[in-house]
């Protein structure tokens, strides 16, 4: 490895600054909190990799002394005794950008043809070694006891709380997303459903102090049996939402009883609300309603799809969707496993976005992921464990895409960034990456403290990624 | 109040008498149990109260009396078993290219069956909670293990009112936990490579079976240091200590077969007699790392000790660790009784979890029971009104309790197939015996709903299922049970459809108030156990229709998903 390209490694680690294309992002509100709505319509879509992305097979440096640091480290290739690494020749070559690469290159993982696609085509970027951080962290800080770090480093449950919720070691009980939604509830207050909407479930990421998300299912709201509009069938809905209303204005009884009762009654109502207006939700060539059997993942973006066609009906300015795939935690069998996970992420956003093309929504709609961690480099015979920063896509028509930003380290055990095992600690935080589509969602600078309560302690509150 | 209060004198070996200088009064009846204590009690210490078995419970003594004796015949009876159902499944021979996929069905069917009509309520209630704590999942590893998957959860069942130490060993040992968090198949270090051991389950084992994240006080509460953060209770390097102790272990194949190597032995699929899915994982010496290993509380095992005797002295660190009587002993009682524990209960409970008073440790039986009859689980007063601190009731047990309640069953004898649910119970209830979608559970012993209660730092595990999406599917189904579902339409049901037997409500339809109260003595254990608000609704609604089945689904579903029935008091 030629000395350039380890200087070039080595500075972008410690700063994250070397990606990145500056701080502006397309549009800057002065204010989040602002009178009004807003005049145009954005959403975020957060995919998040349940169990922990070994995403050092996703992206691969294939430059010579780079790869080879990476296989040795990965203990050589798929199907040498207990290698992990993907054969130099299988991955798909991705040609970035960056001006300051210093010739080292990349590809993606064999099965991901559609992020290949996306990223060429400059609708997709890298966000290379994010995690949790509470400051920007050097190995000698790390090892110094007292240093802030988050709590329970390498936990699934304990990290994925910290990337919903950027809490560090406080004991906030909101997500960023949520907070978002608390942020703008001034300026989308005639939305008629909430501004955080889950696909896949129950989630930290979405919970506001004041605002709650709306969880529907991953094809749409369930309708409610037993009730109509006539007589018997009438009258039922209206006891249903009578002991509902009932248990809520009441006082002697718990906050058990309470809290069940608001769900109800979010329920009745939002479903009736999502359904009148899924009747005119659109369908997509690229995620059709019959005919193919679409995975659990694509079917949530299929409906987050009808969802934003259908935004008018339903008031929508600023929408956060949330899905999920899991099966990361690929302690066994990562080699045979990784196709799947990454394909079906790879094919399931490339339809995605082919969706919102289709109904001229890429310019308003950014998926970005996330994941518990990324994996040990080493290998314990068959798979990795738990490890820190990792790899991330965002994919939108206003991604400044085809770009690597961060910073990638150099994939060698003992090397400045690995904390052990080839655990890296982030070059960026999940802070500054969800500052960034913060800021471009509509949260205005000055309040990116409130989104990302860690954001001032790192040089960059934007890293760039968003025009 | 003061029945009570002289009651438990009594019960704890009298007062000081030498006050009463004339002859003393009269003794005082002891009450008996209430049918809506004897419901709460139900509710806490089965999968649903019925009104067959509240009167039985009254029947066995008073206030005082009644509950232990229920509990005490409960802990000896035999556990029952979910593998000889799976086994039973099995075509023989097993033919190229079955789906073994399948027979993870007769599981979760003959969990509905044992659950439904199992004499051992307590101990598959207990069984049923640990298995929320020693969560294994067919969705994932284990789906083509269905006897793995079936033994472990019979393993919960042994061991539910036995020894903790004996539980953490048969678990860690089981070959379901083993292929489930990847211990089985472990290998040691290979020096000149980046290979090392699986942190897996050296990291679960600590952090949801035995002390969690973080040092606590014997009452649960966290211990801080001086700048008020939580103290960990072990970092990397332990994690990697453990780690190394748990390498070597894999299916069991006879030590004396030269062809039984660790690279070799497969899980034997068949039901053959003594087959490797339902045995103890072995020790394959060779791949078992040798050199020291950290543990907790300052201990190292010493290098080239078997890995037996290491695993041995691994699992007494962890069961010896302080933590483990709070940890656990909070997490039984919030799935058992409360989810919020006051201090002190915890503290009462772990302080028998490691002295149950004969010197023993990790008595569970003990634990159960005095859980199950501490002054928090047994408020004094015939409560009506919400006294205790209570939880939500799982999606899955407000399912049970009426399934019990109404002697449910179908025409077939089966006892909730898939088909009751559109495919998979966990479809509809977001939880199902080994359908855990990871390690972590349905829902976390921490989660807390935003507003009310996360607002007064109280935390409801359960509400984590209350999505609108899932309460819609729960609510859903309870009208399809009332209105479709009934031994009025049991003719034109699928034999496999599980229907309610409501043929008294339907003598008493007429009369929206026996209606009301018919459903209410069944559901919430008293006429006067619901709330007048909830009755006045319900009778109107009754009175809407003349059709008699219309007016028994009406009640039956406005009672069960009522917050109040919802409510475990």
């Not at chain 1, 050092?56 to 290739?77: C, D, H, L």
């Amino acid at each position: 490895m030629n000395k350039q390209r380890r200087k070039f490694l080595q500075a972008a680690a410690a700063g994250g600054a070397a990606y990145a294309f500056g701080r502006t992002s397309g549009t800057v509100y002065a204010q989040s909190v602002g009178v009004g709505g807003f005049p145009d319509y954005k959403a975020l879509v957060c995919l998040f990799m349940f169990g922990g992305n070994d995403s050092w097979n996703m992206v691969v440096p294939t430059s010579t002394a780079e790869y080879n640091a990476y296989s040795t480290s990965r203990g050589g290739e798929a199907g040498v005794g207990s290698g992990l690494a993907i054969p130099q020749a299988s991955l798909l070559p991705i040609n970035a950008l960056n001006s300051n690469l210093n010739g080292v290159t990349f590809g993606l993982h064999p099965s991901m043809t559609g992020m290949q696609s996306l990223f060429e085509s400059q609708r997709a970027a890298v966000i290379a070694n994010v995690g949790p951080l509470i400051r920007p962290t050097t190995k000698a800080q790390y090892l110094t006891p007292g240093w802030d770090l988050p709590p329970q480093l390498f936990s699934h449950n304990d990290q994925q709380d910290q990337w919903h919720s950027l809490r560090g070691t406080s004991l906030l009980k909101s997500g960023w997303g949520g907070r978002v939604a608390d942020l703008l509830a001034a300026r989308t207050a005639d939305q008629q459903l909430p501004l955080n909407v889950s696909l896949a479930g129950q989630t930290y990421f979405q919970a506001g102090l004041n605002a709650r998300p709306y969880v529907m299912g991953s094809t749409g709201a369930t309708t409610f049996a037993g009730f109509g509009t006539t007589g018997v069938n009438l009258a039922r809905r209206q006891t249903f939402d009578a002991i509902v209303n009932g248990t809520l204005a009441s006082t002697s009884n718990t906050a058990y009883e309470r809290s069940y009762a608001s769900v109800q009654q979010r329920a009745v109502q939002y479903a009736d609300r999502v359904n009148t207006a899924l009747l005119a939700g659109r369908s997509f060539t690229a995620l059709p309603d019959s005919g193919v059997t679409l995975s659990p993942l694509a079917t949530q973006l299929r409906t987050v799809a009808k969802m934003i066609s259908v935004r008018s009906s339903l008031a929508m300015s600023r929408q956060i969707f949330f899905v999920s795939v899991g099966g990361f935690d690929t302690h066994d069998d990562l080699l045979a496993d990784q196709p799947g996970l990454l394909g079906g992420v790879s094919s399931a956003v490339k339809s995605f976005y082919d969706a919102l093309t289709e109904m001229s929504m890429e310019q308003s709609v950014t998926l970005f992921t996330h994941s518990d961690f990324a994996r040990t480099l080493t290998s314990n015979g068959d798979g990795s464990d738990h490890a820190w920063g990792g790899l991330q896509f965002v994919v939108g028509g206003a991604v400044r895409g085809r770009t690597i930003y961060g910073s990638y380290p150099l994939l060698q055990i003992g090397s400045p960034q690995d904390v052990g095992g080839g655990r890296f600690i982030p070059a960026v935080s999940v802070d500054q990456y969800a500052s960034t589509l913060a800021n471009w969602f509509g949260v205005a600078d000055a309040d990116l403290g409130s989104i990302a309560p860690s954001i001032n302690n790192f040089p960059q509150r934007n890293l760039g990624f968003m025009m | 109040m003061a029945l009570l209060a002289m009651g438990l004198l009594s019960a704890c070996g009298g007062g000081d008498t030498a006050a009463t200088p004339s002859a003393p009064p009269p003794p005082v009846p002891v009450a008996s149990v209430s049918k809506p204590e004897a419901f709460r009690f139900l509710n806490q210490a089965s999968f649903g109260a019925t009104e067959t078995e509240a009167a039985r419970l009254i029947s066995m003594g008073n206030i005082n009396t009644a509950y232990a004796a229920w509990i005490d015949a409960e802990i000896a009876k035999p556990a029952s078993t979910l593998l000889p159902a799976v086994e039973a499944a099995y075509p023989n021979p097993v033919p190229v290219g079955f789906n073994i996929a399948s027979l993870n069905a007769p599981r979760v069917e003959k969990w509905f069956a044992n659950t439904l009509r199992g004499s051992d309520q307590l101990r598959g209630r207990v069984a049923w909670a640990l298995s929320q704590i020693f969560v294994v999942s067919q969705i994932g590893a284990l789906q083509n293990l269905p006897s793995a998957t079936a033994d472990f959860y019979d393993l919960l069942a042994r061991d539910a009112l036995g020894d903790y130490r004996t539980l953490l060993q048969d678990v860690t040992l089981h070959p379901a936990m083993g292929v489930y968090l990847s211990m089985l198949g472990n290998q040691k270090a290979v020096a000149g490579t980046n290979l090392r051991p699986d942190e897996n389950y050296a990291r679960e084992v600590m952090q949801l079976m035995s002390i969690g994240l973080v040092e606590l006080d014997l009452d649960g509460s966290v211990r801080r240091d001086a700048g008020g953060q939580p103290i960990p209770t072990y970092d990397q390097s332990i994690i990697e200590g453990f780690a190394r102790v748990f390498t070597g272990w894999k299916w069991a194949c006879p030590t004396t077969n030269p062809a039984c190597t660790f690279t070799n032995v497969r899980p034997q699929i068949a039901p053959l007699p003594g087959y490797n899915q339902i045995l103890p994982m072995r020790l394959y010496a060779a791949q078992h790392e040798t050199g020291t290993k950290k543990l907790l509380s300052g201990v190292t095992l010493p290098a080239n000790q078997s890995g037996e005797m290491d695993l041995q002295m691994a699992l007494d660190n962890i069961a010896n660790h302080p933590n483990v009587a709070p940890f656990m002993s909070r997490q039984l009682i919030q799935k058992l009784v409360t989810s919020n524990p006051s201090p002190a209960y915890v503290r009462r409970i772990a302080t028998l979890f490691n002295n149950d008073g004969t010197g023993r440790r990790g008595n569970l039986a003990a634990v159960v029971r005095a859980i199950l009859l501490d002054a928090e689980a047994r408020p004094a007063g015939q409560g009506i009104a919400p006294v205790a601190p209570g939880k939500v009731k799982e999606p899955l047990l407000r399912l049970t309790q009426l399934w019990r309640a109404y002697d449910a069953r179908a025409a077939s004898g089966k006892t909730g197939v898939a088909r009751n649910f559109g495919g998979g119970v966990s479809n509809v209830f977001g939880q199902g015996p080994g359908l855990s979608p990871s390690v972590f559970n349905f829902y976390s012993p921490s989660y807390a709903p935003p507003g009310e209660i996360a607002n007064q730092g109280m935390v409801a595990p359960e509400l984590q299922l209350a999505t609108e999406y899932l309460n819609t599917q729960v609510t859903n189904y309870f009208w399809t049970q009332a209105v479709a579902r009934t031994i009025t339409q049991s003719p034109a049901l699928n034999v496999d459809d599980m229907y309610i037997d409501t043929s008294e409500e339907i003598g008493v339809a007429a009369d929206s108030t026996l209606l009301v109260n018919r459903v209410a003595e069944r559901l919430l254990g008293g006429a006067t156990n619901i709330s007048p608000e909830l009755a006045t609704l319900v009778r109107a609604q009754v009175d809407r229709s003349t059709s008699a089945n219309t007016r028994v689904a009406d009640a039956v579903y406005f009672i069960a998903i009522s917050p109040e029935y919802t409510l475990q008091r």
